[in-house]
C-alpha cells in the first residue's frame, strides 16, 4: 500500500531548502423569529452564536500527560458522540450550554526493550494493567516505528485510553523499519503483507515470536484475547494481522484493508477514516473502498463498523495541544494564519496543507511568528492543521468509538 510522503518529511524538505468547511448553510427562519443562538462552552472551545442549522464543532480543554478526558455534560442529547474530546451538532432554536471535564489517568510507564525476533533483536514497548482484559497491538504506518508510534500525541492519546480501559498494549516495528532496508524494492519501509504464512514472512513471524516471549515474562499469557490497531499501512497490516493469528478485532485507522484478506476474514473489522484523506494509497477511492468493505463484512455476518472523521474549525488554541506550544503562541499563530488567508472567516483552514508550506518555502520571513518556533513546533503546527482538514492522519477523535468496538463488537 503506497502512502503520500508523511507531512513530517515534507516538513523536513521545506526547512532543508529554506535554510542550508464553511458552517453549513442555515435553513430560514420562521418570521418575526430569531435565526441565531448562543453556545456557551465551559472548559473547552467552541462557544459563540451559531445560526439554526449550523455545524457546531466542541473541543475540550486540554489536559495534561497525566490526564485524560471525561464526558461533556449539560445539552449532551444533542451531541453527535458525548464521550469524545471533540464532538459536534447541529445547532437548535435554542441556546445550548455544555461542560466538558476531564479526570485523571492511571499511572503507567511503557517498558521498552530489545527483544529477539526471527532473525535479530526488535525494539518493543509495552505495558500491562493488573488483570488487563486483551493485548492490542499498535502498528505504524509507511517510513515509521515502534518510536514513531510512542512518540506520536495521537497514538499517545490512544495508548493512555486503551490503558485505562484495562488493555495492555504492545508496540514494535515492521522488519524494514529495523533494518533500513527496502527489502521489496516498493521504495517504502513498511510491513509485508506477503507472504501470507506465519514463518516465512518475517513480519508475521516477529509478531508470534514476541508474543511468545512476553508470556515468558509472565507479564501476559495467552488466555487474553488480542487486537491489533493501525495506522495507514499498519491499518492495512492490522487486517492481514488480525486475519493470520484470529485475533478478537483489528482496527484500521486511514486504510481501506486487503481486498483479499476482507472477502475471507471472519475477526471483526472497524474503519476509521479521514473525509479529505488525499494520500495517493487511500483518498476518496479508499474511503469508498473502506465503506464497501465494511458492507461487504457485514453482509456476510462478519461485524464491522465503518466511521469518517470530518474537517473542523480551528479554534485559536488549537496548536497548543500538545503542550509545546503555548496558548498565547497559538493565538499568534492562528492569527498569522488568518491574516494571510490560510483560515477563513468560518475559521476552516483553506484546503490542505501543502499550500501553506509552499507559501513558507517561498518566504519564510513572511510567517514570523511561525518562523520563530522550534523545529518541533512547526511539525506540531502542521500536524494541527492536517487534523483539523481531516487529512491523512492518525487521530484521537474516534479513541472511544475503538474501545467501543474493542469492547462490544456491534452489540
Known amino acids: 500500500m503506497k502512502n503520500r510522503t508523511p507531512f513530517f518529511f515534507i516538513l523536513v524538505m521545506a526547512l532543508t531548502t529554506i535554510l542550508s468547511c464553511s458552517k453549513n448553510d442555515s435553513p430560514a427562519p420562521p418570521a418575526g423569529s430569531e435565526d441565531s443562538f448562543t453556545v456557551i462552552v465551559n472548559n473547552g472551545y467552541g462557544s459563540g452564536s451559531y445560526k439554526i442549522g449550523d455545524t457546531v464543532h466542541l473541543f475540550s480543554n486540554h489536559y495534561a500527560d497525566n490526564q485524560l478526558f471525561d464526558k461533556w455534560t449539560g445539552d449532551v442529547a444533542l451531541l453527535k458522540a458525548p464521550d469524545e474530546w471533540h464532538t459536534w451538532f447541529i445547532m437548535p432554536n435554542r441556546k445550548v450550554s455544555v461542560t466538558g471535564s476531564v479526570k485523571n489517568s492511571v499511572a503507567y510507564t511503557l517498558q521498552y526493550e530489545q527483544i529477539m525476533g526471527r532473525d535479530r533483536l526488535k525494539p518493543v514497548y509495552y505495558y500491562f494493567p493488573a488483570g488487563h482484559k486483551g493485548v492490542v497491538y499498535l502498528l505504524h504506518g509507511t517510513n515509521g516505528s515502534a518510536a514513531s508510534v510512542v512518540g506520536g500525541y495521537e497514538f499517545q492519546l490512544l495508548i493512555r485510553d486503551l490503558i485505562n480501559d484495562n488493555f495492555g498494549v504492545v508496540i514494535t516495528e515492521a522488519e524494514e523499519a529495523t533494518t533500513g532496508i527496502d527489502a521489496n524494492g516498493d521504495g517504502k519501509l513498511r510491513w509485508a503483507i506477503l507472504p501470507a504464512d506465519i514463518n516465512t514472512n518475517v513480519d508475521f513471524a516477529n509478531i508470534r515470536i514476541l508474543t511468545e516471549s512476553l508470556y515468558n515474562k509472565g507479564v501476559t499469557n495467552s488466555s487474553k484475547p488480542k487486537y491489533a490497531i493501525g495506522m495507514s499501512d499498519g491499518g492495512f497490516f492490522s487486517s492481514a494481522l488480525s486475519f493470520m493469528y484470529h485475533y478478537r478485532a483489528g482496527v484500521n485507522y486511514c486504510s481501506q484493508g486487503s481486498p483479499v484478506v476482507i472477502a475471507t476474514t471472519l475477526v471483526p473489522t472497524l474503519f476509521c477514516m479521514e473525509r479529505n484523506d488525499d494520500n495517493p494509497s487511500v483518498g476518496q477511492a479508499g474511503n469508498a473502498a473502506a465503506l464497501s468493505n465494511s458492507n461487504s463484512l457485514n453482509a456476510r455476518g462478519v461485524c464491522s463498523n465503518y466511521f469518517v472523521n470530518e474537517r ?100
Open 312 to 411: 473542523s474549525p480551528v479554534y485559536t488554541a488549537r496548536f497548543a495541544r500538545q503542550g509545546d506550544i503555548t496558548v498565547a503562541q497559538s493565538v499568534s499563530i492562528f492569527n498569522e494564519l488568518k491574516n494571510k488567508g490560510f483560515i477563513d472567516d468560518n475559521n476552516y483552514f483553506v484546503g490542505y496543507s501543502d499550500a501553506f508550506l509552499n507559501a513558507y518555502q517561498n518566504s519564510p520571513g513572511s510567517f514570523p511568528v511561525i518562523n520563530g518556533l522550534s523545529f518541533s513546533q512547526k511539525t506540531t503546527v502542521l500536524g494541527e492543521i492536517n487534523l483539523s482538514v481531516a487529512d491523512h492522519h492518525m487521530y484521537s477523535d474516534f479513541n472511544r468509538k475503538t474501545l467501543r468496538f474493542l469492547n462490544t463488537l456491534c452489540q
